[in-house]
Antibody, heavy 122, light 107 residues
Framework: QVQLQESGPGLVKPSQTLSLTCTVS??????????WTWIRQHPGKGLEWIGY???????YYNPSLKSRVSISVDTSKNHFSLQLSSVTAADTAVYYC??????????????WGQGTLVTVSS | DIQMTQSPSSLSASVGDRVTITCRAS??????LNWYQQKPGKAPKLLIF???SLPSGVPTRFSGSASETDFTLTISSLQPEDFATYFC?????????FGPGTRVDIK
């Protein structure tokens, strides 16, 4: 059973960079057919896809965040990371990592981390 | 971006009721539509993929259907553990987008 776990600071100051890591267990991040994803949910609101990465390093980002987002992968540690720069209070949200399966009839987020709340405040 | 809308935004129902939630895409997305269930303080859970397919372990009281750009999630007989928020999501094109959610409350 694949499990994902987010980690990182719960409080970030405005204008700084938010950094989170998602550690994958129960499966290899280098398995083909999957994209490793970051999604966020503003308090009491809907879900926003931030972007994802393939183990090969290919990345795809939401254009609304593209100028500030970077997602990287470390296959040796079986984890992937999110960096979001120049944060403001509008970036306060619960951040989820998830696995996206891609191929054939598989095009969904099938495994999710539990989520981590990141608050942007001085 | 493909816009996803849902109706209703919330509903109140009783255990045993048949519940229907609708999701509409702003353009054709074929069957690239998934449904997720989210309970308070928890991560979303995949409920239906490819518009009408159930992942292993999801009760058969949940079903999905599609008609062009309109998609429906049906719970045939609402159970206590089904009170949650339901989101649709399109995987047709990047950026992937979600509907605003439908909250199902106890009547």
């Amino acid at each position: 059973q694949v499990q994902l776990q987010e980690s990182g600071p719960g409080l970030v100051k405005p204008s700084q960079t938010l950094s989170l890591t998602c550690t994958v267990s129960g499966g290899s991040i280098s398995s083909g057919g999957y994209f490793w994803t970051w999604i966020r949910q503003h308090p009491g609101k809907g879900l926003e896809w931030i972007g994802y990465i393939h183990y090969s390093g290919s990345t795809y980002y939401n254009p609304s965040l593209k100028s500030r987002v970077s997602i990287s992968v470390d296959t040796s540690k079986n984890h992937f990371s999110l960096q979001l720069s120049s944060v403001t209070a509008a970036d306060t949200a619960v951040y989820y990592c998830a696995r996206y399966c891609s191929g054939g009839s598989c095009f969904q987020f099938d495994y999710w981390g539990q989520g981590t709340l990141v608050t942007v405040s001085s | 971006d493909i816009q996803m809308t849902q109706s209703p935004s919330s509903l109140s129902a009783s255990v045993g009721d048949r519940v229907t939630i609708t999701c509409r895409a702003s353009q054709s997305i074929s069957s690239y539509l998934n449904w997720y269930q989210q309970k308070p303080g928890k991560a979303p859970k995949l409920l239906i993929f490819a518009a009408s397919s159930l992942p292993s372990g999801v009760p058969t009281r949940f079903s999905g259907s599609a008609s062009e750009t309109d998609f429906t999630l049906t719970i045939s007989s609402l159970q206590p553990e089904d009170f949650a928020t339901y989101f649709c999501q399109q995987s047709y094109s990047i950026p992937f987008t979600f509907g605003p959610g439908t909250r199902v409350d106890i009547k």
